[in-house]
C-alpha cells in the first residue's frame, strides 16, 4: 500500500487509542467475572480473550450469567470512568480539529455499543463521530466494519486511516485496505510488536500524531 495519498477520512479506535481506558476494561470484567461465579483470572488471561465485546467475553466465561454480570461490568466501569484522567488530550484536541475541518471520521471498536458510548461521552466525542461501529460478541469484525463506513462515505480505501493501538488493528485495516496508522503513545505500547505488522505509520506521542494528522489528513473538496 502507498502512503503518497492524502487521507481524507479517519476511523479510530477506542480503548488505548482514544482513551486510556484498557486497565479499566480489564479490571470491570475481572470483578464482573467474581462476583457472577467465575474464575479468578489475572489481566493476561482475559485480555486473551479479547476480540468479541464484553458481553462475548462474559458469555464465554459465566455462560448465561453474561446477562447479569454485563450489567455489573457497565456499572463498574461507567462509575470508575474520570473522563479527564483517561482521555489523552492531545489526541482530543487532534479529532476536534479535524472535524472542524470537515474530515469524515467514525470509530470502529471491538467494545460493546453501550461501553464504547460511555467512553466517548465522558471524554466529550460523543457528538464527532459520523459512525460509531461496535463489536461483535462472537469475534473480532473490525475490517468489515471498516469497509462498510468506507463504502458509506463513497471514498476510496487508500484514503482512509485506520488508527488502534494492538498489533490486530494493523492486521484489520490492511485486511480492509485502508492505511494503518499505529497508535503507541501509551507508555507501555508494545511499538517492536506493532512495526513488525509493519503499519504505514507508527506514532509513539500524541505530537506525533498531530503532526501526522497536520501533514498528511485533509477533507476531500467538493465536487
Same mark, same amino acid.
Given at each position: 500500500?502507498?502512503?503518497?495519498?492524502?487521507?481524507?477520512?479517519?476511523? =479510530?479506535?477506542?480503548? &488505548?487509542?482514544?482513551?486510556?481506558?484498557?486497565?479499566?476494561?480489564?479490571?470491570?470484567?475481572?470483578?464482573?467475572?467474581?462476583?457472577?461465579? &467465575?474464575?479468578?483470572?489475572?489481566? !493476561?488471561?482475559?485480555?486473551? $480473550?479479547?476480540?468479541?465485546?464484553? !458481553?462475548?467475553?462474559?458469555?464465554?466465561?459465566? /455462560?448465561? $450469567? =453474561?446477562?447479569? +454480570?454485563? !450489567?455489573?461490568?457497565?456499572?463498574?466501569?461507567?462509575?470508575?470512568?474520570? /473522563?479527564?484522567?483517561?482521555?489523552?488530550?492531545?489526541? $482530543?484536541?487532534?479529532?476536534?480539529?479535524?472535524? #472542524?475541518?470537515?474530515?469524515?471520521?467514525?470509530?470502529?471498536? &471491538?467494545?460493546?455499543?453501550?461501553?464504547? $458510548?460511555?467512553?466517548?461521552?465522558?471524554? &466529550?466525542?460523543?457528538?464527532?463521530?459520523?459512525?460509531?461501529?461496535a463489536g461483535s460478541t462472537k469475534r473480532s469484525i473490525k475490517?468489515?466494519?471498516?469497509?462498510?463506513?468506507?463504502s458509506r462515505w463513497g471514498l476510496d480505501p487508500e484514503v482512509?486511516?485506520?488508527? /488502534?493501538?494492538?498489533? #490486530?488493528?494493523?492486521?484489520?485495516?490492511?485486511?480492509? #485496505?485502508?492505511?494503518?496508522?499505529?497508535?503507541? =503513545?501509551?507508555?507501555?505500547?508494545?511499538?517492536?510488536?506493532?512495526?513488525?505488522?509493519?503499519?504505514?505509520?507508527?506514532?509513539?506521542?500524541?505530537? !506525533?500524531? +498531530?503532526? =501526522?494528522?497536520?501533514?498528511?489528513?485533509k477533507a476531500a473538496a467538493a465536487d
Amino acid at each position: 500500500m502507498t502512503t503518497n495519498s492524502t487521507i481524507h477520512g479517519v476511523i =479510530w479506535d477506542v480503548d &488505548g487509542t482514544l482513551a486510556d481506558t484498557l486497565d479499566l476494561c480489564v479490571d470491570a470484567l475481572q470483578h464482573a467475572i467474581r462476583v457472577h461465579g &467465575g474464575p479468578d483470572l489475572t489481566r !493476561e488471561e482475559v485480555q486473551s $480473550r479479547f476480540g468479541p465485546t464484553e !458481553e462475548g467475553i462474559l458469555e464465554g466465561v459465566v /455462560g448465561d $450469567r =453474561w446477562v447479569d +454480570a454485563i !450489567e455489573t461490568y457497565l456499572d463498574v466501569y461507567e462509575s470508575h470512568h474520570n /473522563g479527564t484522567a483517561l482521555t489523552f488530550a492531545r489526541v $482530543r484536541s487532534v479529532v476536534l480539529d479535524l472535524d #472542524s475541518a470537515g474530515v469524515p471520521m467514525a470509530v470502529v471498536t &471491538g467494545k460493546g455499543e453501550r461501553s464504547a $458510548r460511555i467512553t466517548l461521552e465522558h471524554i &466529550g466525542l460523543d457528538e464527532v463521530f459520523e459512525y460509531v461501529a461496535a463489536g461483535s460478541t462472537k469475534r473480532s469484525i473490525k475490517s468489515s466494519a471498516i469497509e462498510g463506513i468506507v463504502s458509506r462515505w463513497g471514498l476510496d480505501p487508500e484514503v482512509v486511516a485506520y488508527v /488502534g493501538d494492538v498489533p #490486530s488493528d494493523v492486521e484489520h485495516a490492511h485486511a480492509a #485496505s485502508v492505511v494503518a496508522v499505529s497508535a503507541a =503513545w501509551k507508555p507501555d505500547a508494545d511499538v517492536p510488536a506493532l512495526a513488525q505488522q509493519s503499519p504505514e505509520f507508527l506514532l509513539t506521542s500524541e505530537d !506525533e500524531l +498531530a503532526a =501526522w494528522a497536520a501533514d498528511h489528513v485533509k477533507a476531500a473538496a467538493a465536487d
